[in-house]
């Protein structure tokens, strides 16, 4: 839930009043200019994530700024989905680690053939 959502980033960011305005949170408040020097964004995020959202509001930067972006959706899945896939977690979770796992080694079978 969002609340809880809420809670964390309290914890974790020491000046929560004012992190609705700050771009090192919420990389979609960078200028442009920043933004077109990332490099190829992939997206996974589930349906039930508070912040499902905030990704289709980035990707449509993105792709409005000519970036290559892709955003993945997994259905029922909420955020913080890849901690679950554990003895007494959620075993539905275990293809969305499956997945980023197979992107990470994409990701790592294209610089090693780059360089």
């Not at 809880?4 to 771009?23: A, G, N, R, T």
């Amino acid at each position: 839930p969002f609340t809880l959502l809420e809670l964390c980033l309290k914890e974790y960011i020491k000046d929560y009043e004012h992190s609705e305005i700050d771009p090192l949170i919420h990389p979609i408040l960078h200028h442009d200019e920043m933004l077109k020097l990332l490099p190829p964004i992939q997206i996974v995020v589930g349906d039930q994530d508070p912040i499902y959202d905030e990704c289709w509001r980035f990707l449509h930067k993105m792709l409005k700024l000519g970036k290559e972006v892709d955003l993945t959706i997994f259905k029922d899945m909420m955020h913080g989905c890849l901690n679950f896939d554990m003895i007494m977690g959620m075993p539905e979770a275990h293809h969305v680690v499956k997945y980023c796992a197979d992107l990470i080694n994409k990701l790592a079978v294209k610089k090693q053939t780059q360089t």
